[in-house]
């Protein structure tokens, strides 16, 4: 795909070498998307009760970074200013992400009962595939967000507007019904995937150094710890139990900004074999066909395990094996290829 899919963020000029880093954080996010709703399902009908409970709650919680960090990688890459985005790109971009929809919406409309096919439930699609719709809009606020970004400080600026009125707007309001009636819902204005697009943009070009980026890490760790502590004592209280992971919530916006700003400064430039860096270059390139496809592996598993998280992190593993593993099929297959790719 082009420069906003999760498998292959932006294509590497003629002759360049990929870098690890960006791959890596590629892969890790790809496998916490599995292990995430792997999980999804569990915790809204789980018993919070159950010794387990919490094992389930911190499942749930830690790949809550996936989609933002796959967004934030787009941003450095779709922003790049050494990077031409013109009209013929962008329009590529939007055509294969409404093939990709079109195709697997009918396949899961046909494949499972659950998701019969209908023209509004084509047109809907499973749940996951949201993301694509999303990718779209960033290809074409692409313009836009490109010339904001060659200003620091607008750049700055927005990011630090849309982070209160929008992240911390979404999670005041999940937390208590006095907030949802006072405070507007800013994501119909304010687009979530445009800001982590912005976001990843900016730590990319002006990494956070020293004292910042300890500041960084702590925050991720107090946004994760306190989605965890919230998550699992109100559903404990019969409230929704994951309502305050979402992308758009401002927990996991510090959590996910931490991961980025550490894969990219344990890994930019760190020595690597060479086998290591085909392995995860090889699997970053089917990361895309890997969130399109491991729905349907996760539905059709059986339980693994009787012990809950056991029984999470084995569906998870296997689904993103057999995931990979379909979508290298895929992408030697003609025409079928263009699905995934």
């Not at 749940?127 to 970004?149: D, E, G, K, N, Q």
């Not at 990219?264 to 086998?275: H, I, K, L, N, V």
């Not at 399109?292 to 029984?311: C, I, K, Q």
Request: aromatic share 12%.
């Amino acid at each position: 795909m082009n420069a906003t899919s999760p498998g292959s963020v932006a294509h590497a000029p003629q002759g360049a070498v990929r870098r690890f880093w960006p791959d890596l954080l590629r892969v890790v996010s790809a496998f916490a998307v599995v292990l995430l709703h792997a999980v999804s399902d569990r915790i809204r009908a789980f018993d919070a009760d159950s010794p387990e409970w919490w094992g389930v709650v911190v499942c749930r919680a830690l790949p809550s970074f996936a989609v933002p960090v796959f967004f934030m990688l787009s941003g450095m890459f779709l922003l790049d200013p050494a990077r031409s985005v013109g009209a013929r790109k962008i329009l590529r971009g939007c055509v294969r992400f409404a093939v990709a929809f079109a195709v697997w919406s009918a396949f899961y409309s046909l494949a499972f009962p659950p998701h019969r096919l209908y023209l509004g439930q084509f047109l809907k699609g499973p749940v996951h595939l949201w993301f694509l719709p999303a990718l779209a809009s960033c290809y074409l606020a692409a313009p836009a967000l490109r010339a904001i970004a060659r200003d620091r400080q607008a750049e700055e600026a927005l990011l630090a507007a849309v982070f209160a009125l929008l992240c911390v707007s979404n999670t005041l309001r999940s937390l208590s019904g006095a907030f949802r009636r006072i405070l507007p819902t800013t994501i119909a204005v304010l687009s979530m995937p445009a800001f982590l697009e912005l976001l990843g943009d900016y730590l990319h070009r002006f990494p956070p150094h020293g004292i910042w980026r300890r500041l960084f890490v702590l925050g991720g760790a107090g946004g994760l710890f306190f989605a965890i502590l919230a998550t699992g004592l109100l559903a404990k209280e019969g409230k929704r139990a994951d309502f305050l992971l979402g992308p758009g919530q401002a927990p996991v916006v510090l959590f996910s900004a931490a991961v980025f700003v550490l894969g990219q400064s344990a890994f930019d430039g760190a020595p690597s074999g060479e086998r290591l860096r085909r392995v995860v270059s090889g699997l970053a390139k089917c990361t895309f066909g890997i969130y399109l496809v491991h729905r349907a592996f996760l539905w059709a598993l059986p339980a693994l395990s009787e012990a809950v998280v056991l029984d999470i992190v084995l569906r998870s593993l296997v689904g993103f094996a057999l995931s990979f593993a379909a979508t290298a099929i895929l992408l030697r297959t003609p025409l079928l290829r263009y699905a995934v790719s």
